[in-house]
Structure formats: structure tokens, C-alpha cells
């Protein structure tokens, strides 16, 4: 039986703009497709913090430039995004099989996801979204829009808005069908679109659900082997960018729980990655993780790159 694997995409690889994210999704396909070709069931999720960022700001800008444009709700530009992150996507994977021979069907289903409107997340923003800014900068459109910023791993001030932890996928079970029918299925992109359960039926909320986490979800309901997170690192790091940096080849959750205690993994990082694939390791007996780069996808199923997580 062929092993099932979910895999996670950052949105950070995929580009700060719709052309360079039109580029950048042939290495995606590239990297992904020999998966495919060694017979594992693949499904694929993806961020969406860069774009998130960038369609909310210019709706944003749109409707107080004026000229009728109305203002766009947060969950329907998070929609926004698994569409043409989707579309690109799902064109990149379909050519690069087809080159292979492979006749295989890849699309993507536009995903909601239920959270607790009483998730402590709403009240403490730590989901980085949109573009990198300078201090100065990040102060400034902070007390132009009230919005808040938090640093993030050395590379700028980003946008920070809620992120509720997943508690439902609420297409899980047409996602089911489609990988047992053999499709490469792209779901749960930017984490889903968020939506509490209401009396009058699912209602979006302003807010972006961690990828990985929503990924690490999928994967338990999906019962899939492996859960892969890509990323721009080739393997998880002690000391991150400091001079006594060291690569990790293997975690234990006992590993894994000793770092977290130290604080060895940045928020809104490497810390949600780490804590995702804990939780999917925790959820069956032989279940494991495997956070790497994009690029060592293949070599890291074989055990030659990236960071293993098990029991």
C-alpha cells in the first residue's frame, strides 16, 4: 500500500508577487512531482502570510482611494489566496507530470476550517503576515492603522494578526476521496479560511490559521505516514544564526519538548513547525515528521537531509 504523505509549503517560497510566484512554483512542481513518481499518495498544503498581507493592503487602499471599491473582509482575502496560490500551484504540478508521463489529476479545494471563537489567539496576534519592514517603517503604519508588528527571526517587522488553533476541516471527507482515488490534492491553503460554527451556519472570522499546525491536523484526520514540512532551512538549528549554530538530524518529542523549555525556536517560526509535528507525531504509533528544504524534499524522505521527528 502506498505510503500517504502530507506535505507543508511555506508561503514565503512562494514569492512576494504573482510573477515571481508564477516562477517559483516550477522548482515547487520540480521538487514535489518525484513524490508522485515513487508512488506516494501526496497531499499539499501551503502558507499564505506574504500574500494575505499584500491582497488585504491593497483592497485596503482601494476602498479608501475611493471610486466604489468596497472594503474586502479579511477570510475572503484569505480565500483570495488558496485560489491563485492554488491555480498556479495545481498548473506547475499538472505540467511537470505530464513531462513525467504521469497521469495523475492535481486540484485544489477551497478549504474552510473551524476554530473556537474563545481560542486565546484573538486576544494575543502572533501570525506573521505580509511584507518585511524596517522598524521605523513598522512604527509608522502601526500608529497610521492600528495594526501590530512584531520582529521576526532577524529579517524585519512583520504584521502579526490572530491565529486560532484548528479544530475541524470542514472538507476532510472530499479531500479523502480524492487522494483515494489517486488525485494530488492542494488543501488547507494559508491554514485554512477560518470560520467559527454559528446557529445560522459557519461564519469567516478575521484571522490566519497557522499552516503548519492546520497541515499537521490534516495529516491525523487523513491518517497519513508522514507529515513534511518545507522550509528555507535544510534542517532545524540550535542557537539560530548565532556563531555556535548546530544542525539537527534527529528529535525525539522528549528533544523537542527540553528545546521548547530553553527557547530555542522563534515564535512564529521555527517554534509552530516544531509544535506541529508533535502533535502528529503524538497522534498514532509509527507517525513521523520531517521538517527540511524545499529543494531536499526527496532527499529527505530517504533520510539524507532535513530533520526526522518521532516517538
Given at each position: 500500500?502506498?505510503?500517504?504523505?502530507?506535505?507543508?509549503?511555506?508561503?514565503?517560497?512562494?514569492?512576494?508577487?504573482?510573477?515571481?510566484?508564477l516562477?517559483?512554483?516550477?522548482?515547487?512542481?520540480?521538487?514535489?512531482?518525484?513524490?508522485?513518481?515513487?508512488?506516494?499518495?501526496?497531499v499539499?498544503?501551503?502558507?499564505?502570510g506574504?500574500?494575505?498581507g499584500?491582497?488585504?493592503l491593497?483592497?485596503?487602499?482601494?476602498?479608501l482611494?475611493?471610486?466604489?471599491t468596497?472594503?474586502?473582509?479579511?477570510?475572503?482575502?484569505?480565500?483570495?489566496?488558496?485560489?491563485?496560490?492554488?491555480?498556479h500551484?495545481?498548473?506547475?504540478?499538472?505540467?511537470?507530470?505530464?513531462?513525467?508521463?504521469?497521469?495523475?489529476?492535481?486540484?485544489?479545494?477551497i478549504?474552510?476550517?473551524?476554530?473556537d471563537?474563545?481560542?486565546?489567539?484573538?486576544?494575543?496576534?502572533?501570525?506573521?503576515?505580509?511584507?518585511?519592514?524596517?522598524?521605523?517603517?513598522?512604527?509608522?503604519?502601526?500608529?497610521?492603522?492600528?495594526?501590530?508588528?512584531?520582529?521576526?527571526a532577524?529579517?524585519?517587522?512583520?504584521?502579526?494578526?490572530?491565529?486560532?488553533?484548528?479544530?475541524?476541516?470542514?472538507?476532510?471527507?472530499?479531500?479523502?476521496?480524492?487522494?483515494?482515488?489517486?488525485?494530488i490534492?492542494?488543501?488547507?491553503g494559508g491554514?485554512?479560511?477560518p470560520?467559527?460554527?454559528?446557529?445560522?451556519?459557519?461564519?469567516?472570522?478575521?484571522?490566519?490559521?497557522?499552516?503548519?499546525?492546520?497541515?499537521?491536523?490534516?495529516?491525523?484526520?487523513?491518517?497519513?505516514?508522514?507529515?513534511?514540512i518545507?522550509?528555507?532551512?535544510?534542517?532545524?538549528?540550535?542557537?539560530?544564526?548565532?556563531?555556535?549554530?548546530?544542525?539537527?538530524?534527529?528529535?525525539?518529542?522528549?528533544?523537542?519538548?527540553?528545546y521548547?523549555?530553553?527557547?530555542?525556536?522563534?515564535?512564529?517560526?521555527?517554534?509552530?513547525?516544531?509544535?506541529?509535528?508533535?502533535?502528529?507525531?503524538?497522534?498514532?504509533?509509527?507517525?513521523?515528521?520531517?521538517?527540511?528544504?524545499?529543494?531536499?524534499?526527496?532527499?529527505a524522505?530517504?533520510?539524507?537531509?532535513?530533520?526526522?521527528?518521532?516517538?
Amino acid at each position: 500500500m502506498a505510503e500517504r504523505i502530507v506535505v507543508a509549503l511555506g508561503g514565503n517560497a512562494l514569492g512576494k508577487t504573482p510573477q515571481q510566484q508564477l516562477a517559483l512554483v516550477k522548482d515547487t512542481a520540480a521538487a514535489l512531482v518525484p513524490l508522485a513518481e515513487r508512488g506516494y499518495e501526496l497531499v499539499i498544503g501551503h502558507g499564505n502570510g506574504p500574500q494575505v498581507g499584500m491582497i488585504n493592503l491593497a483592497m485596503e487602499y482601494a476602498a479608501l482611494s475611493g471610486g466604489g471599491t468596497p472594503a474586502m473582509p479579511f477570510p475572503e482575502c484569505g480565500a483570495m489566496t488558496q485560489g491563485y496560490i492554488g491555480y498556479h500551484l495545481q498548473q506547475a504540478l499538472g505540467c511537470a507530470l505530464q513531462e513525467q508521463g504521469l497521469k495523475k489529476c492535481c486540484a485544489s479545494v477551497i478549504t474552510q476550517v473551524v476554530v473556537d471563537p474563545a481560542d486565546p489567539g484573538f486576544q494575543n496576534p502572533t501570525k506573521p503576515i505580509g511584507s518585511f519592514y524596517t522598524r521605523q517603517e513598522a512604527a509608522r503604519i502601526a500608529s497610521e492603522k492600528g495594526f501590530t508588528f512584531t520582529e521576526d527571526a532577524g529579517r524585519g517587522y512583520r504584521r502579526v494578526v490572530p491565529s486560532p488553533l484548528p479544530q475541524r476541516i470542514v472538507e476532510l471527507a472530499l479531500i479523502e476521496r480524492m487522494v483515494a482515488a489517486g488525485d494530488i490534492v492542494i488543501t488547507v491553503g494559508g491554514g485554512g479560511i477560518p470560520v467559527v460554527e454559528t446557529a445560522e451556519g459557519l461564519k469567516g472570522v478575521a484571522a490566519v490559521i497557522d499552516k503548519d499546525r492546520a497541515c499537521a491536523l490534516l495529516a491525523r484526520e487523513l491518517h497519513a505516514d508522514k507529515l513534511v514540512i518545507l522550509t528555507a532551512v535544510e534542517r532545524v538549528c540550535l542557537n539560530y544564526n548565532k556563531p555556535d549554530q548546530r544542525e539537527l538530524e534527529k528529535l525525539t518529542l522528549a528533544d523537542c519538548e527540553r528545546y521548547l523549555a530553553e527557547g530555542q525556536f522563534a515564535p512564529g517560526s521555527m517554534r509552530p513547525k516544531i509544535e506541529a509535528c508533535m502533535d502528529f507525531v503524538r497522534s498514532r504509533d509509527g507517525a513521523e515528521a520531517i521538517i527540511a528544504s524545499l529543494g531536499c524534499a526527496a532527499d529527505a524522505l530517504a533520510g539524507r537531509s532535513g530533520t526526522r521527528i518521532t516517538r
